[in-house]
C-alpha cells in the first residue's frame, strides 16, 4: 500500500527537493506553503488520509507548533516530522509532548530526512 505524506515548508527550494526525493521513493505527495494551508489539505481529506506529515516549524501564517497543535487537536493520526533550523529546549519538550516522532535540525542532508520518513512510517 502506497503511503501519503504531506510536506509543510515555505522555503520553495526545499519544498520541491523534499517533493521530488519522496516521490521517486514512491510516496504519494502533497506540499503545503504553510500551516493554514497544511490544515485546509488535512481539514479537506479523510482525516487518516496522510500517514505522515513533515512539517517546518518557522513559517509565516501559523508556524510547525501551531500546526501540530492544530492537528493533535483534531485528533488528526497522522505521524509527524518536524524540521527547524532552531529549536530550544522548550520547543523539542512541547513537540515531543504532542507525539512528534522526530525531530531533524536543519541543514539536514536530504538523505537523512528519507531515511527518517522511512523509519517513522515503517515503525
Do not use: W
Request: proline letters at 3%; charged letters at 25%; hydrophobic letters at 45%.
Amino acid at each position: 500500500m502506497t503511503k501519503s505524506i504531506l510536506i509543510c515548508e515555505d522555503d520553495l527550494a526545499l519544498l520541491g527537493v523534499l517533493s521530488e526525493i519522496m516521490s521517486s521513493s514512491g510516496y504519494v505527495v502533497e506540499t503545503a506553503r504553510d500551516g493554514i494551508e497544511a490544515i485546509s489539505k488535512v481539514i479537506r481529506s479523510q482525516p487518516n488520509y496522510y500517514d505522515l506529515i513533515l512539517v517546518d516549524h518557522l513559517m509565516p501564517g501559523l508556524n510547525g507548533l501551531g500546526l501540530v497543535r492544530e492537528l493533535r487537536q483534531s485528533e488528526i493520526p497522522s505521524k509527524i516530522i518536524v524540521l527547524s533550523g532552531s529549536l530550544d529546549e522548550a520547543l523539542e519538550a512541547a513537540f515531543n509532548e504532542m507525539g512528534v516522532k522526530k525531530i531533524l535540525s536543519k541543514p539536514n542532508g536530504i538523505m537523512k530526512v528519507a531515511e527518517s520518513v522511512k523509519a517513522v512510517l515503517a515503525g
